[in-house]
């Protein structure tokens, strides 16, 4: 639990018995610097479901995998993108993209496992999920923001594993919508009372158990928790807030509303924020259905990227986009694309990943390996590496197992100098 | 005269035999009888718990009192706190007799088999959420279990169903393990050792297990007693094909022969496959199959398992001589899950305080000298949360209407809160911040601690004498004990002198702190 000696709570627990709760509320709602000097966030985009590479960073048109899509041109040598993500190949000096990964599980449940993780499922270890590492290891949230926020994703977002359920995420829907549960449901004098009844009986509790770990974090969860429900912060999911200007850029999606609050919260201080954009397991009409997500990806994604580049934000936030895997480059006799793990893409951009990099190409007959192959172990230790996490750093499974963040090794070529 | 004589004879001597049938069978049958046996188990696995507490010079913890050992009882068999009408009843018996008869209780309730059979199939079948016709089947198998249970049927019998049983997935409900698990050879082989052994063998599904003494053949001979099977139109049947699996150096792929991975002389040579793997599985002289069951049944009374991690037997230390014992004790009882029960509840250790005499050491609760302080889970928490809206039980009893809220505010809750699916289901977990948040803001917790005369806070407020019984009452019914004197102190005084509208708020703030209250929502 060292991880939680960082944090503010081992300070307010020697204060009165009640009172202790409130004093996050009013921390961190001050404008923070912008620049590479910031601490490090990151912004995760999940497409979920596998997306078609084909339809995204990886069109090869004009060839038997191809489909009925054309390509636009971009800005990074010798890297086309699908005609369905014409605003990102405008954005496309900003980022980089991989497009030979390779992963060994092409089912979902598995593969998503792999690529939230860094490992493949394994029994005795519950891996912590990329959000959750960055929850725990980057420099603590400002404020009251919970430590790893994430919008329209269910029990698929993964959590803290055997790092804890400190670092589970705090599950926001679409922002139209306020996050659940953070008003009271009465007048703050009646909650003080409630709150006053409440240490009372907890003290029967606390005599004689052993369970101090157990009650130092009950004490700092209900602490970040009134923090939270008292705090200016939460005004960064209200995107209403926006100009209607920006909040078309983004698109009136819910992933484009979805983008448009990570961004206000990373501004307002928060770590690590996941979006998800589920419906990309086109086994059938994979065209059709490509159109509208990609649209939906295309308005989101580079509204973000040119947001946090105007805000001088793009330094110090890592966006991520990546989903479980790719699809076949053949074309199945629904006009479909079925899960294809040996060769698909991830693009990133920002937060110490150095841009205008391509790596690796796929076959356009779609039958040999990719070069230059990628393993999402590797990727994984790149990201943390951009972030200033050390992949080596070792966490301890519930049987006493070191395990490091990452097994892999960082690809010096996306690493900022 | 004479005639009518013999009738009375006759009539005395038939009511002579029923009466001493009738005594004779109550003797047998007595409780005392099969306690003392069960008791004799008892204090012998108490006994080395003993010996393992005086070798490391360790008090055990105190005895905690009636209530709360009640309590875990409860939360143990049925997954909810007792009502405020069970404690009463648990209350009016004598006290040397009250665990007994509680658990005795518990166990003829159908709760008991509803809510155990959801536990025992969380180790058996997927849980997925959303595809309704696998909804279906895993709740024919979950009932069918809960039948099982309800029977009484002995354990080693209803596994070999569970593994072997062929048929329609209506007809013959335990099918449904094999569809369960998506009728995949390679899940159902990990399934199986790990839900039925205790034993993780999934690594060697791709390659030679790390940790321990697993090769990828051994899997694959497992995975080779499901190759056969198949899911048609007639349900689940073994057909006479071979199993074959993908190899890069086999063009027509690699056969694989049934074999298991240790014990092979425990294997018959005849019958279905399936039949022999389970015949294998259950046989009294596979080493793991009774410890891994009994080690998942301490886990679900005491919130933690004997040797953990539960399904990692290989790797797990210590403790080594109470489970086997246990396990002597379950073989012995014909594998009776409701004597397992009785024995487990009678340990020391499930009685004792889970405050510790000295604030220094874990090592009393590693040697099981005190209770294991637990987190609830989502189910049981969520039950709880239901069953505090009423004064009486909510069970089998009740109106429709009121089992009907139950059971859908349950879902519901336990639904936001986050399920704990499949195996993770012993994992200990904490309450995360979106948790915390929902207990204290969430409209479940609110609709469970609102006033209103058809609420149990509202008649709280409503019905109680004063102001001492109502906030007595609050206090048995969320937590299951009476308040100390300090907290009866400061809830009369937040009481007095309200009315009406006043005291129904100061009952609702009463019920909030309880219910988000550490004891509430722990196993202490």
């Known amino acids: 639990m060292e991880s939680l000696s960082r944090r503010h709570f081992l300070g307010t627990l020697s204060l009165a018995s009640f009172g202790w709760w409130t004093s996050r509320a009013l921390a961190g709602a001050e404008r923070l610097s912008a620049g590479p000097s910031r601490p490090k966030s990151l ?85 912590p999920s990329l959000g959750s590492i960055c929850a725990s290891e980057l ?100 995107i209403e807030e926006e100009p209607a200007r920006t909040r078309e850029a983004y698109g009136e999606t819910p992933f484009g509303r979805s983008c448009l609050a990570a961004r206000r919260l990373v501004e307002s201080g928060a770590r690590a924020v996941e979006v998800k954009l589920g ?67 991830v693009a990133m951009a920002g937060g110490g990943i150095r841009p205008g990099q391509v790596i690796g190409a796929t076959d356009p007959e779609g ?51 | 005269m004479t005639r009518q004589r013999q009738l009375y004879l006759s009539i005395l001597l038939a009511v002579a035999l029923v009466a001493g049938w009738i005594v004779l069978d109550a003797t047998a049958k007595h409780p005392a009888d099969t306690w003392s046996h069960e008791r004799t188990a008892a204090a012998e696995i108490a006994g080395l718990l003993h010996v393992e507490w005086e070798d490391r010079s360790l008090n055990p913890a105190r005895r905690v009192d009636d209530l709360l050992l009640a309590r875990r009882v409860s939360l143990a068999l049925v997954g909810t706190v007792p009502s405020l009408e069970d404690i009463r009843l648990i209350q009016s018996w004598p006290e040397e007799t009250r665990l007994r008869q509680w658990t005795d ?66 007809d013959r409900p335990a099918v449904n393990y094999v569809t369960g698990n998506e009728q995949s050879p390679n899940r159902l082989a990990s399934r199986t050792v790990r839900a039925f052994l205790g034993l993780r063998i999934d690594c060697a599904e791709c ?50 022969t049934p074999s298991v991975p240790y014990a092979p002389e425990l294997l018959p040579s005849q019958g279905r496959t399936r039949e022999r793997l389970a015949a294998w599985t259950t046989h009294p002289d596979n080493p793991y199959f009774v410890k891994a069951f009994v080690n998942r049944v301490w886990a679900l009374l005491m919130g933690k398992a004997l040797v953990e991690p539960v399904d ?74 239901q069953q505090i809206r009423s004064l009486h039980t909510v069970d089998e009893e009740s109106a429709f209407v009121t089992k009907f809220v139950f059971w859908d505010e349950t879902r519901k809750f336990v639904h936001r809160y986050g399920d704990v699916l499949d195996e993770e289901e012993l994992t200990p977990r904490g309450t995360n911040l979106p948790q915390r948040l929902f207990l204290m803001n969430g409209r479940e917790t609110d609709k469970a601690t609102e006033g209103g005369l058809f609420n149990g806070p509202g008649r709280v407020a409503i019905l109680a004498p004063d102001d001492e019984t109502a906030v007595d009452i609050a206090y048995l019914c969320c937590l299951t004990r009476e308040p100390t004197e300090a907290e009866r102190e400061h809830f009369v005084e937040i009481l007095s002198d309200t009315h009406d509208k006043s005291r129904q708020r100061a009952i609702e703030d009463l019920y909030w702190a309880l219910v988000n209250s550490m004891e509430f929502s722990w196993n202490h």
């Open chain 1, 43 to 127: 912004i995760i985009l999940w497409l979920d479901g596998g997306p078609s590479q084909l339809e995204t960073f990886d069109p090869h048109p004009g060839t038997t995998i191809g489909g009925p899509g054309k390509a636009v041109a971009t800005s990074l040598a010798g890297a086309q993108f699908s005609e369905l993500l014409p605003r990102l190949a405008e954005e496309a000096s900003s980022l980089s993209v991989i497009r030979s990964m390779v992963s060994a599980e092409g089912d979902h449940a598995r593969g998503r496992y792999f690529l939230k993780t860094g490992y493949r499922p394994n029994p005795s270890v519950a891996y």
């Open chain 1, 139 to 238: 420099p603590e949230a400002e404020g009251a923001l919970p430590p790893y926020i994430t919008f329209m994703s269910g029990r698929e977002a993964l959590g803290g594993g055997d790092l804890g359920e400190t670092y589970d995420p705090f599950r926001v829907w679409d922002p139209i919508h306020p996050p659940q549960d953070v008003v009271r449901r009465v007048a703050p004098g009646r909650m003080n009372r409630r709150l006053r009844s409440l240490e009372l009986i907890d003290g029967n509790v606390r005599r004689g158990r052993r369970s101090r770990e157990a009650l130092a974090l009950r004490r700092e969860q209900f602490d970040n928790a009134l923090a939270l429900m008292d705090s200016p912060q939460l005004d960064a999911f209200k």
């Open chain 1, 279 to 345: 419906g990309w397991d086109t086994h059938a009409n994979n065209f059709d259905l490509h159109k509208p997500l990609c649209e939906s990806l295309d308005a989101g994604f580079s509204s973000l990227l040119r947001d946090l580049r105007e805000r001088d934000m793009l330094d110090s936030t890592l966006v991520l986009c990546a989903g479980e895997f790719g699809r076949t480059p053949k074309i199945n006799g629904l006009d479909g694309r079925d899960h294809w793990p040996k060769g698909f893409s």
């Open chain 1, 367 to 417: 039958t040999k390996s990719p070069t230059d192959p990628v393993q999402v172990s590797d990727l994984f230790a790149t990201v943390l590496t951009a972030l200033a996490i050390d992949p080596a750093v070792e966490f301890v499974t519930r049987d006493g197992r070191p395990i490091r963040l990452s097994e892999g090794t960082p690809l010096e070529r996306l690493l900022a100098t």
């Open chain 2, 105 to 170: 209780r518990l166990l003829a309730d159908r709760r008991f088999a509803d809510y155990f059979a959801e536990r025992l199939a969380r180790a058996m079948v997927q849980s997925r959420e959303g595809k309704p016709f696998f909804v279906f089947r895993r709740r024919r198998f979950v009932a069918w279990l809960a039948d099982q249970l309800s029977q009484r049927r002995p354990y080693d019998e209803l596994v070999r169903d569970v593994i072997a049983s062929e048929g329609l997935w209506t």
């Open chain 2, 207 to 256: 390659h030679d297990h790390p940790f321990a003494d697993w090769k990828q053949d051994d899997f694959r001979g497992l995975a080779g007693f499901f190759g056969n099977t198949k899911v048609g139109f007639f349900g689940v049947r073994e057909s006479g094909t071979e199993y074959r699996i993908e190899d890069p150096d086999e063009k027509e792929g690699l056969l694989v």
């Open chain 2, 312 to 385: 990692d037997l290989e790797s797990a230390l210590g403790n080594e001589d109470v489970l086997s014992a246990l396990a002597d004790e379950f073989r012995a009882s014909g594998h009776d899950l409701h004597e397992l029960i009785h024995v487990i509840v009678s340990l020391p250790t499930f009685a004792a305080s889970s405050a510790l005499s000295e604030d220094v050491t874990l090592d009393q609760e590693e040697a099981w000298a005190a209770f294991p302080m637990t987190r609830l889970r989502p189910e049981q928490i969520a039950q709880s949360l």
